[in-house]
């Protein structure tokens, strides 16, 4: 019976999507520190240093404090290790990749009063476009470990029975890409006999209660989300900046992953279960408009102070995915590929503030900081579609996930045409609990050198480390996944 619905189900469930939730709010709201090898060097405190690209998606008033006009082009390699510890057991995996951090241009006006700058009022105006990456996903990870009496059938038909699903829920094709559904259809999970709204598993079934499972997970992870823009600066007598950005945010994911279930030990010999796979590919993409807006005064010279909003960013994505469920048993398998689905909504980001100060040493460099406040519960999924099941994921936004307040402090040695930085990098949780996701940091240094009529490179290696926690199946047994990344970036251009 359970076939013939599986048959007439493929046919007409192609449509739903994936049920989004928190974590692709945090996902799509959270950035990387931001910029080039020169920003990056000095920990990413560049809110109210100005004069480099990066400013565009920082705080674009600083882009006021250009006088010439700027190639910049950037290269970066970084290498991501993950060691996941799960049910006692420590498992590491690494990835490397190349990518364009960013690259643009700028092009400056002065206002010249008798054939020299001016020096009171309107003084300056630069235009700027390019790209800025503001996260880079490429990550491998690895756990397994031996599972005493949890099951991944287990957990599905107590999920089942806690929230009280009956069959008819599965036969619905609007849930048939539910995992709680596919487990009922290869049979992982099954009904308690003469009962349409009680289900257990295999173990339950037999009464086997001193077991133990096998229980591996591979995720890979590809992606970047980027920032183009168009942004504007200008300065007024030296002491006043404004400046002005639009950004358009474009984002691809995709994320690949792979549990297996094995029986290890059982208690009941007739028990006929050996295992399970389960398998899911989603890629997300899209795009959205937004703003961000920026003010720095210079009251004297050796002190800077700047103040930016980023506008909260409607983006438009699209999920596309397969996944597959197939239970092994002793005379029989039972595989079912839910076919490709195709998912479409928006996520609006939160609005993010950034407070920055710069004490400027004349001809030796500068310590800056910059604090940056984002309130993830301010974030939303919508769709013209399936908005009520949305707002249960934003009703879970605003209880689980909580306002996070982001440091970076950096600074910068000068002498002759060479430049030494140094930099910190704090980025705290968006998650409301400690055993959600932890913060994450990041050191950096750099070194910088000038030459000839306006030609610059610029050297960067940082080192981020931070803690996340993932749960194949059942939030009580989840893996702990330490996270490091080193980032070698290389910057230059011309000023003319």
């Known amino acids: 019976m359970k076939k013939l619905i599986v048959a007439i189900t493929l046919l007409i469930a192609t449509w739903k999507g994936f049920a989004q939730n928190v974590e ?5 709201s959270k950035t990387d520190a931001i910029g080039s090898a ?3 060097g000095a920990g990413g405190a560049w809110g109210a240093v100005g004069a480099d690209l990066s ?3 920082i705080n674009p008033a600083g882009l006021g404090f250009y006088r010439r006009n700027e190639l910049l082009g950037s290269m970066a390699v970084t290498a991501n290790y993950a060691d996941a510890t799960f049910l006692g057991s420590l498992r590491n995996e690494s990835r490397t990749n190349f990518n364009i951090p960013n690259i643009g241009a700028v092009f400056s006006y002065v206002n010249q009063e008798r054939g020299k700058d ?4 309107w003084i300056s105006a630069s235009f700027a476009v390019g790209m800025n990456r503001l996260a880079d996903f490429q990550q491998n990870t690895f756990y397994s470990g031996i599972s005493k009496n949890n099951s991944i059938g287990e957990s599905l038909a107590q999920q089942s029975n806690n929230v009280g699903l009956d069959t008819n829920y599965f036969k619905n094709s609007y849930n048939f890409n539910d995992l709680r559904s ?9 009904n308690v006999p003469n009962r ?3 289900f257990d598993s295999w173990f339950g079934r037999y009464g086997d209660t001193n077991y133990s499972v096998n229980q591996t997970q591979t995720t890979q992870l590809r992606g970047r989300m980027n920032e183009w823009y168009f942004g504007v600066g200008t300065n007024i007598s030296n002491f006043l900046y404004l400046g002005a950005s639009l950004v358009l945010k474009n984002t691809i994911i995709t994320k690949t992953t792979s549990f297996t279930e094995s029986t290890n030990t059982i208690s009941v010999k007739s028990n006929p279960y050996i295992g399970s796979v389960y398998n899911t590919s989603i890629t997300t993409s899209g795009s959205g408009v937004g703003g961000r807006f920026g003010i720095i005064l210079s009251p004297i010279d050796y002190f800077r102070l700047g103040l930016s909003y980023q506008t909260p960013i409607r983006v438009n994505l699209s999920d596309d995915y397969n ?11 039972f595989n079912i590929p839910s076919g490709q689905f195709t998912s479409n909504y928006q996520i609006l980001t939160p609005g993010k503030i950034t407070l920055s100060g710069v ?7 500068f310590i800056s900081v910059d604090y940056e406040m984002m309130d993830y519960r301010d974030g939303q999924i919508k769709s013209t579609e399936f908005q009520s099941d949305f707002d249960k994921t934003n009703t879970n936004a605003r209880k689980n996930l909580t306002q996070a307040g982001n440091l970076r402090i950096g600074g910068e040695y000068r002498w002759d045409n060479y430049r030494l930085r140094g930099g910190y990098n704090l980025i705290n949780s968006p998650y409301a609990s400690d055993l959600k996701s932890t913060k994450q940091q990041s050191i950096s240094a750099g070194l910088g050198m000038l030459w000839g009529n306006g030609y610059f490179i610029d050297a960067a290696c940082i080192r981020s480390w931070g803690t996340v926690y993932n749960s194949p199946y059942d939030v009580k047994q989840s893996s702990q996944i330490d996270l490091t990344k080193y980032t070698f970036m290389v910057s230059g251009g011309i000023r003319f």
Do not use: C, E, F, Q
């Open 182 to 190: 596919l487990a009922w259809y290869s049979y992982l999970t099954n």
């Open 359 to 365: 004490i400027m040493i004349p001809n030796h460099g």
């Open 196 to 198: 349409s709204d009680s």
């Open 24 to 28: 692709d709010i945090v996902r799509i």
């Open 118 to 121: 001016a020096k009171n009022g």
């Open 323 to 333: 996944l597959s469920l197939t239970t092994n048993l002793v005379n029989n398998s």
């Open 38 to 40: 020169r920003v990056l």
């Open 55 to 57: 400013s565009a998606s």
